[in-house]
DNA sequence: GCCGTTTTCGGCCCGACTGTTTTCAGTCG
C-alpha cells in the first residue's frame, strides 16, 4: 500500500472523528500523520510490519496499530464503525466551503440531512435557516456550494506552478509600480515554489493599504474581487486563478513575508516552538507573553534570528525537520541556478521536439550553459517520433561535426531509450555504446505490479550503458498519478552501480518528487537537472527543475550538471 | 492522539472573516 494511500485513509478517518465530535487535538493528530505520511519517501507499510513506524513524528502506539490494521486487511475497524453511524454523504457535505463539521452534524441530527441530495432539498425548503445560528445567508451558500459540489467533485482544482507564477510576477510588478506601495512580494505555496498551487498569495506594505487593495483590484487580469480593506483584499482572475493579497504597514514586512510564505505545517510548528520560551508569532509581529512587548521585523532574517533560528529558505518550509536544522545551524547550502553548467535531456526534430540540434545548442549557449545533451526518444518510441538505430547513428556522427567546429558549447550525443516491460532497452549494447550520455525511461506499461516496475527499472540501472533514469515516478502532476516503485530498492541498486536519477524539470512531471530527491542523496544517488526541453522554450524548466532540487534539500555537490562535462563520473 | 532539559498528565498556534449575533461560534488559511 502506497503512503498516499495510507494518508487518505488517515484523513478520512480524521474527518470521520470530526463529524463524530471528537476532540479538536485528536482530529489534529490524524491529519498530522496523514500529512507526515504522504511527505514521507520510503514505504510506511514496510515500517509498520517492521514495527518503527512509530519512529515518524506525532505518530504513537495507537496510530501504528490503525496503520498495521488499514495494511494487513485494507480498512481501519474505527473508520468502518464509524461509517456504520454516519452516512458517507455527510464527508462530501463537509467540503462545502463553510460548512464545517459542526454544522453537518446539525444538518444530519436536526434536519436528518445524510448528503448532498437532502441537504439540496432542505435548503430550497428554507429549512436551513429555522435552525438557531444559521440563516437565509448561509443557505444561500450551501446551494451555491453544492452546484459546484457537482461541477467539481474533486474539489478546487490545483494547478501547477507554471499556471500560477506568470500572474504571480505580474500582478506582484503591477503593486510594485503603485506610488503608495512600499514592498510587495510573492508568498505561499507560489513562493516555497511547490508543485502545485491552488491560490496565488501576495503580500505588500503600505502607509495606505485600502487605496492599494483597490488599484490591484482593478488590474485587467482581474474579472472579481472581495472587499478592499486596511487587511487585504480577494481577487478572481480571468485565467480563473484565486489571489490573496494581505496588507500590513512596512515595519511588519518580515512578520507578514514569513506568516504568508508558509506553510501552514511551518508556522504551526514554528509557533509552538516559540511559545515554549514565552513568544506569540503571528503576522503583526512577535509577542512577548510577559512584557506583552510586540517586536515587529522589516525582514524575515530578523524574524527567524529572534527565535533562535538560521534563515531557512521559502522551498525548505514544509516541516520536513527544517527548524530542527536551522536551530542547529545544519541547513544545507542549496543549489542554486548560476551552478547548472548543463542540460542532459532535450528532444529535436528527430523525435517529438519542435527545435533542431543546432536551434536547443544556440538557445543553451544563450543561456551560458557549458554543454547540452541532444536525447531523442528510441527505436521503440510511438506516436512516429521513434529514431531507428541508423538514423541514430548519423546523428551521433552530426553532433561530433558540429563539435569539431570548436563552438564554445559541447554538444552530448545521447538518446532517451525505452525500458521495455521485461526491463531490456530498445537499441543494442552496441549503438548505446557510441552514446556520451543514455538516459532510460519507462514510457509505457505502467499498470504493472510494484514488483514488476521495480525490477524493470533497476534492470535498466544495472545496465552497464545506462548512465541515468529519467523522470523515474512517470507521474503528470494532477492528471496521472505515479506508478507503484519501491524506492529503497532502486536507490540502492542506482548507489552500487552509480546511475543518476533525473530531477525532470517539465512543471507537470518534477520527476523524482522534493521528497524522493531527498531520498536519493541519503543513498548516495547523484542527482541530474534536467528540462526534458522539446523546444528551445522549454530549456527555461531548469528553473522547475532547481525548485525541487531545493525543495529537496540538495546542493551543489549532489548534483552532477554543477560540474564541468569532463569530471563526470560516468558508469560506463 | 501525541508528547516531555519545565510536564508520563495536561497541555497542545494565531488571527481574520462571516453570518449571525448584541458578544460569539464556526470556519478558514
Redesign the pocket.
Known amino acids: 500500500m502506497t503512503n498516499a494511500r495510507i494518508a487518505d485513509a488517515l484523513e478520512e478517518l480524521s474527518v470521520l472523528y470530526q463529524l463524530d465530535g471528537a476532540?479538536r487535538?485528536?482530529v489534529?493528530?490524524?491529519t498530522n500523520?496523514a500529512r507526515t505520511i504522504r511527505n514521507h519517501g520510503s514505504s510506511v507499510e514496510e515500517m509498520a510490519r517492521a514495527g518503527t513506524v512509530?519512529e515518524?513524528?506525532?505518530?504513537?502506539?495507537?496510530?501504528?496499530e490503525?496503520i498495521l490494521a488499514l495494511v494487513e486487511t485494507g480498512e481501519i475497524p474505527?473508520a468502518a464503525e464509524l461509517k456504520e453511524k454516519l452516512p458517507s454523504g455527510l464527508i462530501e457535505i463537509?467540503r462545502?466551503?463553510?460548512?464545517?463539521?459542526?454544522?453537518?452534524r446539525r444538518l444530519h441530527d436536526e434536519l436528518d440531512v445524510t448528503g448532498p441530495e437532502d441537504l439540496r432539498a432542505a435548503a430550497e425548503a428554507g429549512q436551513v435557516?429555522s435552525l438557531?445560528?444559521?440563516?437565509?445567508?448561509?443557505?444561500e451558500?450551501i446551494l451555491e456550494g453544492l452546484d459546484r459540489l457537482e461541477a467539481e467533485p474533486e474539489g478546487p482544482e490545483r494547478k501547477t506552478l507554471d499556471r500560477m507564477l506568470p500572474l504571480a510576477e505580474e500582478l506582484v510588478g503591477a503593486l510594485r509600480g503603485h506610488p503608495d506601495c512600499d514592498r510587495a512580494e510573492i508568498a505561499?505555496s507560489v513562493r516555497r515554489m511547490a508543485d502545485t498551487c491552488?491560490d496565488i498569495?501576495l503580500i505588500a506594505t503600505s502607509h495606505s493599504p485600502k487605496k492599494l487593495a483597490t488599484f490591484i483590484a482593478g488590474h485587467e487580469s482581474v474579472s472579481s474581487s472581495?472587499?478592499a480593506?486596511?487587511?487585504?483584499i480577494?481577487l478572481e482572475t480571468q485565467s480563473d486563478i484565486g489571489v490573496?493579497l494581505r496588507l500590513a504597514r512596512p515595519e511588519a514586512f518580515g512578520n507578514l513575508l514569513q506568516h504568508?510564505t508558509?506553510s501552514?505545517a511551518h508556522?504551526?510548528r514554528l509557533?509552538?516552538a516559540?511559545?515554549?520560551?514565552?513568544?506569540?508569532?503571528?503576522?503583526?509581529g512577535i509577542?512577548d507573553?510577559k512584557t506583552g512587548e510586540n517586536d515587529r521585523f522589516r525582514t524575515e532574517e530578523e524574524v527567524y534570528e529572534r527565535l533562535g533560528y538560521s534563515y531557512i529558505e521559502p522551498t525548505l518550509r514544509e516541516d520536513r525537520g527544517e527548524l530542527e536544522a536551522a536551530r542547529e545551524g545544519k541547513l544545507p547550502d542549496l543549489v542554486e541556478r548560476r551552478q547548472v553548467r548543463g542540460d542532459l535531456h532535450c528532444h529535436t526534430t528527430l523525435s517529438d521536439g519542435r527545435n533542431t540540434f543546432e536551434e536547443m545548442a544556440a538557445a543553451a549557449q544563450e543561456l551560458g550553459y557549458e554543454y547540452l545533451a541532444i536525447t531523442d526518444h528510441s527505436a521503440s518510441h510511438g506516436f512516429g517520433d521513434n529514431v531507428e538505430a541508423g538514423r541514430l547513428l548519423e546523428q551521433i556522427e552530426e553532433i561530433r561535426q558540429f563539435n569539431e567546429k570548436g563552438g564554445e558549447l559541447r554538444l552530448l550525443a545521447g538518446s532517451e531509450v525505452n525500458i521495455h516491460p521485461d526491463g531490456t532497452l530498445d537499441y543494442e549494447d552496441d549503438v548505446l555504446a557510441e552514446l556520451d550520455w543514455v538516459i532510460a525511461s519507462i514510457h509505457t506499461g505502467f499498470s504493472r505490479s510494484e514488483a514488476t516496475m521495480t525490477a524493470r527499472m533497476i534492470a535498466a540501472i544495472e545496465h552497464p550503458e545506462v548512465d541515468c533514469i529519467g523522470h523515474a515516478s512517470g507521474r503528470l502532476l494532477t492528471r496521472r498519478d505515479p506508478y507503484p516503485l519501491d524506492y529503497e530498492a532502486v536507490f540502492e541498486a542506482a548507489a552500487r552501480s552509480g546511475t543518476a536519477f533525473e530531477i525532470n524539470g517539465n512543471p507537470k512531471r518534477r520527476d523524482l518528487s522534493d521528497v524522493h530527491a531527498r531520498m536519493a542523496r541519503e543513498y548516495g544517488v547523484k542527482i541530474v537537472l534536467n528540462t526534458d526541453a522539446h523546444s528551445t522554450a522549454g530549456l527555461e524548466y531548469m528553473a522547475y527543475a532547481i525548485a525541487t532540487a531545493r525543495r529537496g534539500w540538495l546542493g551543489a555537490d549532489d548534483i552532477l550538471n554543477t560540474a564541468p562535462w569532463w569530471k563526470q563520473p560516468l558508469s560506463k
Request: no cysteine.
Open positions: 476532540d487535538y485528536r489534529l493528530a490524524y500523520s512509530t515518524l513524528p506525532g505518530i504513537g502506539e495507537t496510530l501504528e490503525k474505527a463537509n462545502i466551503p463553510g460548512v464545517g463539521p459542526k454544522t453537518v435557516r438557531k445560528g444559521l440563516g437565509p445567508k448561509i443557505e451558500n505561499g491552488e498569495d472581495g472587499n480593506s486596511e487587511n487585504g480577494r490573496d504568508f508558509g501552514a508556522n504551526t509557533r509552538e516559540a511559545v515554549a520560551e514565552g513568544l506569540h508569532v503571528s503576522e503583526h509577542k507573553g
